[in-house]
């Protein structure tokens, strides 16, 4: 049996916080002694469903984010860039196929989720990084193709996205994050003894450590153990 706490971690592409939250998550999977559990959900259903507004539909909080993130990105290396069109690229187009997308290929990748891992990523480098789309399939179909999907895994996930077993998988997983107390993203959530215990947000992770048992060592776990 293994002893490896379990960390879940609620994520949308749309939330550039995410971002943020999934790289350092990943990059501390082989330093903490944990089970990552990767759980794309739709942001716009926890915003729904908690009764909670997105912070960029305020303006004093939007105007922070765009200092923020700046320095958010240096400090975790982790290339974001606002869309040229934040407005429209969040709340018009939103990230609803996109996490659809990403649901069906976690669905057929039962077992790992390192494709899952991999196409997140393009889609947050497209939105949050290039400035570009996240909603045409065939915007999905050049992550997954540069994430290392081939054409032919595409066109099976494509097909997949739209199913009701998809959007119901990805209802539930959103449903989940709520049960848990998410009002936004990210959210991740660590077993411990005490039970299940929620952080919101890429600002928790010192508070997190103290939690598994385990040393906050900065954004760049490796180099700075490497300088110990
Ligand atoms: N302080 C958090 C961090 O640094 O990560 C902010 C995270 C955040 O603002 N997340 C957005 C959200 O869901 C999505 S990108 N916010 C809900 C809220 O602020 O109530």
Redesign the pocket.
Known sequence: MSSKKVVELFYDVV????W??FEVLCRYRNVWNIELKLRPAF?GGVMQGSG?K??GLVPNKFQYMTKDLPL?SQYFEIPLKFPSDPFEAIFKKGSLSAMRFLTAVQEREKGGDKQLEQVSRELWRRIWSEDKDITEPSSLSEAAKKAGLSDSDVKELLQLSSSKEIKNKLKSTTQDALDFGA????LCVCHVDGGPQMF????RFELMANCIGEKWLGPQPEKSAAKL
Do not use: A, C, Q, T
């Open positions: 939330s550039p916080y995410s943020l939250g942001l909670n997105p912070p958010l009002f936004g993203f990210p919101f947000g890429s600002d």
